[in-house]
């Protein structure tokens, strides 16, 4: 599991209040600063683009209350982390900014994969792309777009149902339901999908719903009749 530190920040002071658990992922000792007080240097040091971070989390904490932002360290035992940060802001009745609250996630396993994935899918000649429950590709890969004859950035954002024969649509609907009656973890089902030539191509489709991400991972083959 993920480590999770809280932390404070006093706007005046420019200095910080840390949790053992911070401490813990930035690989600080924690007994060199009493009751977790760290002055701001010591946590611009860590950071790989100090300047950058700091304004970026500055112009944050101006226009907004609650806010989040992601970062990453300078190496810390040969690693560099990555960062996820959700931030709250305490302001006077002058609406000037007296402390930030937070808490600062360790996500750099997550990152990782993610990473590791995006290699496989960027470079992975199986036709793979990724729906949102919203029914718009989020991602598709180079050897499915290639296939179509579209470049990657014509099919993001756009609406997959779009692409799809007309009298597929409802049956890949029914199929769709019928695949969640029957309590199956993979979609798979059938339909004809149009080229940038306008040629419809019949494709055999096997989908797993990731219901956290709010996203469709779907194989693409092609059906040769």
């Not at 040969?78 to 808490?103: A, M, P, W």
């Amino acid at each position: 599991m993920s480590k999770m530190g809280s932390w404070s920040f006093d706007m005046r002071k420019r200095q910080g209040i840390w949790s053992d658990e911070c401490f813990s992922i930035f690989g600080i000792d924690g007994s060199e600063y009493p009751n977790g007080e760290v002055p701001e240097s010591v946590w611009l040091g860590i950071l790989e683009d100090p300047e950058e971070i700091q304004k970026r989390s500055d112009e944050l904490a101006e226009t907004s209350d609650y806010y989040e932002f992601e970062f990453k360290t300078a190496p810390i035992d040969g690693v560099v982390k990555h960062i996820h940060s959700y931030c709250e802001v305490e302001r006077g009745n002058d609406g000037q900014i007296l402390t930030v609250f937070g808490t600062d996630q360790d996500i750099t396993e997550r990152k990782q994969a993610e990473n590791e994935r995006d290699l496989f899918f960027q470079y992975s000649t199986e036709m793979l792309f990724i729906i949102g429950f919203d029914r718009k590709f989020k991602q598709v890969n180079p050897a499915f777009a290639k296939t179509f004859g579209w470049k990657e950035e014509e099919l993001i954002d756009k609406y997959y149902l779009d692409f799809v024969h007309i009298d597929d649509k409802n049956s890949l609907k029914k199929d769709a339901e019928e695949s969640k009656k029957a309590g199956k973890e993979v979609l798979e089902y059938e339909i004809r999908f149009r080229d940038s030539h306008g040629v419809y191509h019949r494709l055999s489709l096997s989908g797993i719903p990731i219901i956290d991400k709010q996203m469709t991972f779907t194989i693409a083959r092609v059906v040769y009749e």
